[in-house]
Nanobody
Framework: VQLQASGGGLVQPGGSLTLSCAASGIIFRANNMGWYRQAPGKQRELVASVTIGGSKNYVDSVKGRFTISRDNAKNTLFLQMNSLKPEDTAIYYC????????????????WGQGTLVTVSS
C-alpha cells in the first residue's frame, strides 16, 4: 500500500495550494479518506475527511477555506487550500481506512508520507 502525497511548498499568507495523494495497493473507492496535519510542537489533527459515499467534514479552523475531494477513477485524493494563514503551516498527511470511525479517531489503516506546507511572507 502506498499513499503518495505531493503539492506542498512555501506560499504567502492569503495564497492557495492544492495537495494530492495518489493511492496504490488499496481499493481506493472502498476506503474513507482523510487529510491530517501536524504543526511543530502540536499534536496531529484531522483537517478534513471524505467518506466512501462522498460525505465531507472539516475541522472548524479550515471551514470555508479548504475543500477535500476524491477522484475514484484516478485513485487520488485532493485538498484545495485557499486563503492560507501562517497557522496552517504544518506537515500534511493523507490517510485511508475502511471505517470512517478510525479516520475520525486518528487510527486509519494506512498513512501516507507527509508533505510540508509553509505559509509565510
Amino acid at each position: 500500500v502506498q499513499l503518495q502525497a505531493s503539492g506542498g511548498g512555501l506560499v504567502q499568507p492569503g495564497g492557495s495550494l492544492t495537495l494530492s495523494c495518489a493511492a496504490s495497493g488499496i481499493i481506493f473507492r472502498a476506503n474513507n479518506m482523510g487529510w491530517y496535519r501536524q504543526a511543530p510542537g502540536k499534536q496531529r489533527e484531522l483537517v478534513a475527511s471524505v467518506t466512501i459515499g462522498g460525505s465531507k467534514n472539516y475541522v472548524d479552523s479550515v471551514k470555508g477555506r479548504f475543500t477535500i475531494s476524491r477522484d475514484n477513477a484516478k485513485n487520488t485524493l485532493f485538498l484545495q487550500m485557499n486563503s492560507l494563514k501562517p497557522e496552517d503551516t504544518a506537515i500534511y498527511y493523507c490517510a485511508a481506512a475502511r471505517a470512517i470511525s478510525t479516520v475520525v479517531d486518528g487510527r486509519p489503516d494506512y498513512w501516507g508520507q507527509g508533505t510540508l506546507v509553509t505559509v509565510s511572507s
